[in-house]
């Protein structure tokens, strides 16, 4: 095995040994227990009654249609009252948060509707989205902020389409309406209070994951498998710039009168590469512009 492959092989082993809750795809592995994303449902919306959970899903997909964009979602939940979640650990403000939910939403109403089914259907299935996110996205110092759908002037009617969306802010001050979910939040940001039976069972959880060989190996293989296309994306869209660059260069001097041997030495100066080299490279760039 070369040095470099090794080497990243024991970084990525270090990694995953340091995974904690707050990370992909701890998160959504722990979750596949019913019983703890029930709970942890209980604690973020403490207002509904949540006997259960069922068909807890990690990393969940939904995609429209073959061409359309579709999300993948850390975890995917219905309870006994046919309510539905999307639960989404967010550590990185990428600028994007209420986009993101839109579209959580209309995907989430996409897969519970079947084709000839009518939209009456919905008013069965309440959708959650819900983001933990290590920033305040607001600005406001909240934990916890609820958006429904009101009239603008009228905010005491509700729109009555069921749809709820739900921003946690890990980093709040403010805990009032998330008293519940504080001891959730200390333990994303390293403190881990086992005094709290969650809390200790997620930690519990946590250990295990990480103790699993398989899918420590698993996370090893498909984080090397990444990067490698990353690299290849980085190194073909270097070639594409490079042969964008050249064929300007080339039509530059066409237009200044050059001759074809003449820009040929010139890019096989400029690249260090052969005459022969340089020739074929011209080829292929005049044939396909």
């Known amino acids: 095995m070369p040095e470099t492959l090794a080497s990243e092989r024991a970084a990525l082993h270090a990694e995953w040994q340091q995974k904690t809750i707050k990370d992909d795809p701890i998160f959504g592995t722990v979750m596949t227990n019913p019983e703890l994303c029930a709970e942890l449902l209980r604690r973020a919306l403490p207002e509904l009654t949540i006997k259960w959970v069922k068909d807890a899903d990690p990393q969940h997909t939904i995609q429209a249609t073959p061409t359309a964009k579709g999300i993948r979602i850390d975890v995917y939940a219905r309870d006994d009252q046919e309510r539905t979640y999307t639960v989404e650990m967010q550590m990185v403000n990428e600028h994007n948060l209420p986009f993101r939910m839109r579209e959580y939403q209309k995907l989430m109403d996409q897969e519970i509707l079947n084709s000839g089914d009518d939209y009456d259907k919905l008013a069965n299935y309440p959708t959650y ?11 406001r110092g909240l934990a916890r902020y609820q958006f429904e759908f009101r009239e603008k002037w009228h905010p005491e009617i509700a729109a009555g389409d069921l749809r709820t969306l739900v921003v946690f802010n890990t980093k709040a001050k403010d805990y009032q309406h998330a008293a ?29 994951i990480r103790a699993d060989k398989q899918r420590e190996a698993r996370f090893v293989k ?7 296309q990353l690299r290849k994306s980085r190194e073909e869209g270097q070639i594409q710039e490079r042969n964008k660059n050249t064929l300007g260069l080339i039509k530059a001097l ?14 096989a100066d400029a690249q260090s590469i052969s005459q022969a080299e340089a020739q074929k490279y011209y080829d292929q760039l005049v044939i396909v512009s």
């Open 254 to 267: 066409e237009k200044r009168g050059m001759t074809t041997p003449e820009i040929v030495a010139m890019i």
């Open 222 to 228: 498909e984080q090397i498998e990444l990067r490698r």
């Open 180 to 208: 519940e979910i504080r001891p959730f939040f200390d333990m994303i940001r390293g403190t881990v209070d086992t005094k709290d039976k969650f809390v200790a069972a997620v930690d519990a959880e946590v250990q295990a």
């Open 129 to 139: 989205v819900i983001f933990f996110c290590n920033f305040d996205y607001y600005h």
